[in-house]
């Protein structure tokens, strides 16, 4: 007796920017904004690492053409996953951001706990750390609509 799996039916998903383009000027507006005054080594990590975590093939591709562009090392790229155990491959600053990220992104294990959010306030400014949250929060939006909508990485 063979078993056959049956692939499933691919439904048509929207190009939600195509039928809504005031939501992707929206978001762009949301990007432009989250990324004023954040180091954009620090920006491209929350991004790469929010990416990760949600499973946005889409957007860790792009991010990682954009950390490399900007000399990101081939060795710090492969490690953001595992972050907590590089060592000083991450600086204070960077580590506190990727931190922060998870918490973000992760919000159905709990909150930003006091310690995760007081490391980030140590290494960064008011101001910083208000660019950092708003660039996680901003991630983690284009990573759902582009999950939800199943955006395809584009192949190289």
């Known amino acids: 007796m063979t078993h056959t799996l049956e692939q499933p ?4 998903r929207l ?3 195509k039928v809504s383009p005031e939501l ?12 004023k005054d954040i180091d954009p080594t620090i920006a491209e990590l929350v991004k790469i690492r929010a990416s990760q975590l949600n499973h946005c093939a889409f957007c860790l591709d792009m991010h990682v053409a954009d950390a490399r ?9 492969a ?5 907590e155990e590089a060592g000083t491959l ?16 992760e919000l159905g ?13 140590d290494v960064f400014s008011e101001k910083e750390l208000a660019q950092v949250i708003a660039m996680a929060v901003t991630i983690n939006a284009w990573n759902r609509f ?10 190289r």
């Open 109 to 121: 294990n709990g909150h930003v706990s006091d310690d995760v959010y007081a490391k980030a306030a």
């Open 9 to 12: 039916t691919a439904i048509h």
């Open 79 to 83: 490690l953001i996953a595992a972050w």
């Open 69 to 77: 562009e900007q000399g990101e090392t081939e060795q710090r790229l």
């Open 24 to 35: 992707y000027d929206a978001m762009m507006k949301l990007s432009t904004e989250a990324a």
């Open 146 to 155: 582009n999950v939800a909508t199943r955006m395809k990485a584009p192949r």
């Open 90 to 105: 991450f600086t204070d600053r960077e580590r506190a951001a990727l931190e922060l990220t998870e918490a973000i992104t």
């Open 15 to 17: 190009k939600i920017y």
